[in-house]
Structures are given as C-alpha cells and as structure tokens.
C-alpha cells in the first residue's frame, strides 16, 4: 500500500544535471534512512547514497564530489541531485526505505530511468 513515489528522470547530455526525488509517506519516511541505488541493464543493483533519519548523508565513492542527496523532512520527500553526469551513470535510479524500528520492512520505488548520452 504504502509505496515510495519517484520522479526526475529523464534524457540529458553528458556534463549536465538532474535531480531526482522521491515521496514517501510520512509515518515511514520519518522513521527510515532514505537512500537512492541504481541499476544499469545487465548490472547488479549497487548503493549510490544514504541519508539517515537524522540527517547524516554518505554517498558512494564513484559519485563523491558529483552527486548530493538530501532530504525535506516537512516534504517527506528525499533528492538527489546529480552534476556532472556521465554516460556511465546511466541506470534506473531507485529510492529505498529503510525503517530503524523493528516491525516495519524496507519499500523500494518503482524506479526511474536516467539516460546520459554523450
């Protein structure tokens, strides 16, 4: 039921910008660190970013220095905004849930595709 709301995705050319958010509900985004994967096709799902329940961010060495997430707790909403992309960071972008109290299991968005061409 409760499901996680991505938009942001879209075609840009390499060295441009994009930022994605992500809408969840408020009873689970403020209770759950938010963090953004991706997933290039024939690739396996790997981590891009975190950001905790409690503001504290992390981001994957290879898109340290190019890509910032963040999160509006009043919005309940969670971005990321992506610089200087690169063909290479095309993928299908998903938002993830992850509750820190026991008795709620991670959500997952439906994902949104990012194309970078060159």
């Known amino acids: 039921q409760v499901q996680l709301v991505e938009s942001g995705g879209g075609l840009v050319q390499a060295g441009g910008s994009l930022r994605l958010s992500c809408a969840a509900s408020?009873?689970?985004?403020?209770?759950?660190?938010m963090g953004w994967y991706r997933q290039a096709p024939g690739k396996q799902r790997e981590w891009v970013a975190t950001v905790t329940s409690g503001g504290s961010t992390r981001h994957a060495d290879f898109v340290k220095g190019r890509f910032t997430i963040s999160r509006d707790n009043p919005k309940n909403t969670v971005y990321l905004q992506m610089n200087s992309l690169e063909p290479e960071d095309t993928a299908v972008y998903y938002c993830?849930?992850?509750?820190?109290?026991?008795?709620?299991?991670?959500?997952w968005g439906q994902g949104t595709l990012v194309t970078v061409s060159s």
């Open positions: 993830n849930a992850r509750p820190t109290i026991v008795g709620y299991h991670e959500r």
């Open positions: 408020r009873s689970i985004f403020s209770i759950s660190d």
